[in-house]
């Protein structure tokens, strides 16, 4: 089976004892893989993290700033459990990232800028409901940390 996925198929099966080993080897592959360089890459293989789909695509901004609000749009997106409905109700209060910080500094406490968006109204095909406090509070550590290492999450 590993010989026919090998020759057939183009995968590698690597057997690991522990999760350091784990860790080690997909920090080697991705330093190899930084290394070489893109169109090479891509020519020889297809990398299987790398998803098709009009979703996943970029979205395009032209030389006037048409399109950064659906970069905004997006960015609110990828937060877990953001859905697209709750990522346009903050973009259509807040029309940037810094318009949305500017609010934050602007109120005394952190519990106030913790629950600043709770009470939005999000609109969906059939029904309108509010922002939680704990989506609130969210976005609010996703925009405002400092500690690099902080699991949103």
């Not at 609000?69 to 697209?84: A, G, H, K």
Request: with cysteine.
């Amino acid at each position: 089976v590993l010989v026919y996925l090998q020759l057939y198929k183009n995968i590698s099966v690597v057997f690991l004892d522990s999760w350091q080993d784990v860790t080690d080897h997909v920090c080697t592959v991705t330093k190899a893989m930084s290394k070489r360089p893109f169109k090479l890459l891509m020519e020889q293989s297809e990398l299987p993290f790398c998803v098709d789909g009009a979703w996943a695509a970029g979205v395009r901004v032209e030389r006037d700033g048409s399109g950064l609000d659906r970069v905004w749009n997006r960015q609110i997106q990828q937060l877990n459990r953001i859905s697209p409905a709750v990522a346009s109700a903050v973009a259509a209060s807040f029309s940037s990232p810094q318009i949305l910080l500017q609010a934050y500094h602007s109120l005394g406490s952190e519990v106030e800028r913790k629950g600043m968006l709770a009470g939005l109204v999000v609109k969906t095909e059939d029904k309108e409901r509010r922002i939680g406090a704990e989506i609130s509070a969210r976005v609010y550590r996703c925009f405002t940390a400092q500690n690099p290492q902080l699991v949103l999450d």
